[in-house]
């Protein structure tokens, strides 16, 4: 039998193996492409927005965060965006690899075919077949014989077949090498002007950080004030929470105003929560978080130390709040100083979307993941769209971007 021989199956391998890799970076360079677009999105709507607020005239210190939230957005797409170019210098270096072993293994093949073409010919005639069936010991032997004629003739066309795949992919390899050294080079001029873009932001904030240094005292008295808020309206959320614990409860006969009496469903609701945790989507369609949870320094006046019991998501104007996970809606209260917000129950895990303008569910309704439950409002004074996402499990806080995707 006329076998492969082991070097061209060992090429053979390296390409299988090549092709599975391209693969896996292709999924990483679309997924890397997606949030380089939202990057992207984001960096636009912050501009926007700043540009609207300096027309306004609206304080210094929300033009400062505005340009700190698109300064930290332009240095996550730079980075992303060198990410890209990495992946696809890293896909060039394989795809150059595997032109060359196609390379070497076409010219092995066509060597191989053309000293079977010439040893065929040789022997072609109709009588040197005859004399070589004949000249057999025996039918055994003779029967051999007319398998390998038939075996030569099939490898002869394999062969042939062979090097026209070869070839083909070789054309391909060569058309995809040239688009991927295109996109890099895309890529490192959308980068470069990106970071002429960044310089020139960094400028404009070290500027109205100096206006900001001259009146500190001003400003941290202004930021305090805003925390008193900020710190009324938790405490009007946590006691809506034990409020609703309570209510709960009581037809259980519990008079537990901080722990849930769990049915079988609820606990499997929870369960099924719980399980999902970091895969949640995000409770906006698209947003990017201005306000992380807990005690933090001022991203202005670093002197004045902020809390927050959730996380604070920038969105479009009009944008929705989603729920994150199915569950019921266990109320709808106005808060002071921050619209409305709707709590959902997800067994004993709670999610709360605060500064609605208006609610399109009710207390008692089921929704499912995704959907939506109110408009978020805008601010007259800032000019911006922020949703207050806060997650409890019972009344205790939890951090949302343990449980968001990519949050």
């Known amino acids: 039998m006329i076998r492969m021989k082991a070097s061209n199956v060992l ?4 390409l299988c193996i090549g ?60 980075k992303l965006t060198n990410q890209q170019a990495n992946l696809l210098t890293r896909e060039i270096t394989t795809n150059t690899n595997k032109i060359g072993a196609l390379r070497k293994e076409l010219e092995q093949l066509k060597e191989d075919y053309a000293r079977m073409i ?57 058309s995809r090498l040239v688009q991927q050294k295109e996109e890099k080079q895309k890529l490192i001029a959308e980068n470069r002007k990106t970071r002429a873009q960044l310089e020139q932001n960094r400028k404009s904030q070290q500027e109205l950080v100096s206006t900001i240094k001259k009146r500190e005292g001003e400003f941290a008295s202004q930021l305090k004030s805003k925390q008193s808020e900020m710190d009324e ?16 409860n009581k037809e259980s006969g519990s008079s537990s105003r901080s722990t849930y009496e769990l049915t079988p469903e609820a606990k499997a609701l929870a369960t099924d929560f719980n399980n999902n945790k970091g895969k949640l989507p995000w409770p906006v369609k698209s947003g990017v978080v201005t306000m992380k949870f807990g005690k933090q320094p001022h991203p202005v006046v670093s002197s004045v130390m902020v809390n927050n019991n959730g996380v604070r998501i920038d969105t479009d104007k009009g944008g929705k709040a989603r729920a994150v996970f199915n569950g019921t809606v266990s109320e709808v209260q ?20 605060n500064n609605l303008e208006n609610v399109f569910v009710k207390k008692g309704d089921a929704v499912s993941t995704e959907q939506e439950i109110g408009e978020i409002a805008t601010s007259k004074t800032t000019g911006k769209t922020t949703l207050h996402f806060l997650l409890y499990k019972n009344d205790q806080k939890m951090d949302p971007a343990g449980w968001i995707y990519r949050m």
Do not use: C, P, W
Not at 238 to 248: L, N, P, T, W
């Open 11 to 14: 090429i053979m391998l390296l």
């Open 19 to 78: 092709g599975m890799q391209v693969s896996y970076a292709q999924t990483d360079r679309e997924e890397l492409e997606k949030r380089r677009i939202q990057l992207r999105n984001e960096i636009t709507r912050i501009n926007e927005l700043r540009i609207s607020n300096q027309k306004k005239q609206r304080s210094v210190l929300v033009q400062v965060e505005d340009l700190g939230q698109q300064i930290k957005s332009t240095e996550d797409l730079i």
């Open 118 to 174: 010439e040893k065929s010919y040789k022997s072609k005639s109709q009588q040197s077949r005859v004399m070589f069936l004949l000249s057999s010991q025996n039918f055994l032997q003779a029967y051999k014989r007319i398998q390998y004629m038939k075996q030569y003739t099939n490898y002869r066309k394999q062969q042939g077949e062979e090097i026209k795949a070869n070839t083909i992919e070789l054309q391909q390899l060569n």
């Open 233 to 248: 309206i938790d405490r009007a959320i946590d006691r809506m929470i034990r409020e609703s614990i309570a209510k709960a």
């Open 334 to 353: 106005a808060v002071k100083g921050a619209n409305k917000a709707v709590m959902v129950r997800h067994g004993d895990f709670i999610t709360i979307y």
